[in-house]
């Protein structure tokens, strides 16, 4: 009933900056039901990670690993989160995946996008 669709990645140099946008479509009753959106990555070999996450009250929690870095925002009229990536290390390379909540307590995400830091 949800679809969420990323966009903005790609390959960065070290110390480059990029954003991701993710938006939301589908049913209006559960679009309109979302509590709460964030991002996630998974690097090779590893385990997929909180990066960061907002409320529709504009509450906000980051991974300390990207803390000061990295900002998520919301358009809730478009409905779309986007994270700016500043300061990119090697390290952030990952697959990066949205993901909403409802206050149904329902879960969907997107499809990922793969985010490339060379240094």
């Known amino acids: 009933q949800v679809q969420l669709v990323e966009s903005g990645g790609g390959l960065v140099q070290a110390g480059g900056s990029l954003r991701l946008s993710c938006a939301a479509s589908?049913?209006?009753?559960?679009?309109?039901?979302?509590?709460?959106m964030g991002w996630y990555r998974q690097a090779p070999g590893k385990q997929r990670e909180l990066v960061a996450t907002?409320?529709?009250?504009?509450?906000?929690n980051y991974a300390d690993s990207v803390k000061g870095r990295f900002t998520i925002s919301r358009d809730n009229a478009k409905n779309t989160v986007y994270l700016q990536m500043n300061s990119l290390k090697p390290e952030d390379t990952a697959v990066y995946y949205c993901?909403?909540?409802?206050?149904?307590?329902?879960?969907?995400w997107g499809q990922g996008t793969q985010v490339t830091v060379s240094s």
């Open positions: 907002i409320t529709t009250g504009s509450n906000t």
């Open positions: 589908g049913s209006s009753f559960r679009i309109n039901a979302i509590s709460a």
């Open positions: 993901n909403a909540n409802t206050r149904f307590n329902d879960d969907y």
